[in-house]
């Protein structure tokens, strides 16, 4: 592994689960971006639950972020579980804004990705987590936004990009995948 890898897809995907079997097996170091935006956010007062971050004046989110990078860059080579694009009130913010990429200066970007009605079963079944409802049609449109995000990153970063499919019952597949792009 070289440097700092990004998986991303949208929330419900799978991606954590992937990453975590990947993690198994590989003995690598996953953060979870949120996690540390979470972390940040709550050392300084401004929310008590991580799903309200996005809520969050933009500004703040980008200042957050900011922050969040230097955190994880200074943590050497880890794979940065997170998100190309957050839905929030105002619209799509970007998950690597130029200033995050430039401080995390990733040598690969993975996208992780599944039917939208896979997703939607998936996130119906998470308890765990306060999601704003969205319809298939919502979901497939931010996959296709993630895709040209993945590719803008790249080509700013000079990472390279790639797909993963986690489709129901296939796990395994998908971590066989996503194993052979970070040995690759």
Do not use: C, W
Not at 33 to 61: C, N, W, Y
Not at 104 to 111: A, R, T
């Amino acid at each position: 592994m070289m440097g700092v890898i990004v998986v991303a897809g949208v929330p419900g995907v799978g991606k954590t689960s992937v990453l975590e079997e990947a993690r198994k097996r590989l003995g690598m170091n996953v953060v979870v971006f949120g996690t540390v935006m979470f972390e940040i956010a709550k050392e300084k007062g401004l929310v008590q639950h991580r799903d309200e971050i996005r809520k969050l004046p933009s500004e703040i989110q980008r200042e957050i972020q900011e922050e969040a990078a230097e955190r994880i860059k200074k943590m050497g080579e880890v794979i940065v579980d997170t998100h190309m694009l957050i839905k929030t009130p105002a619209g799509f913010l970007p998950g690597l804004p130029f200033s995050v990429l430039q401080k995390l200066s990733p040598s690969k970007i993975v996208l992780i990705e599944a039917d939208p009605q896979e997703i939607l079963r998936r996130r119906k079944k998470d308890a765990t987590r306060s999601r704003d409802v969205e319809g298939e049609s919502e979901i497939r449109d931010h996959q296709m936004l993630n895709r040209v995000a993945a590719i803008v990153y790249g080509i700013l970063s000079g990472a390279f990009v790639s797909i993963v499919l986690n489709k129901d019952g296939m796990l395994e597949k998908a971590v066989e995948d996503l194993i052979r792009i970070i040995k690759g």
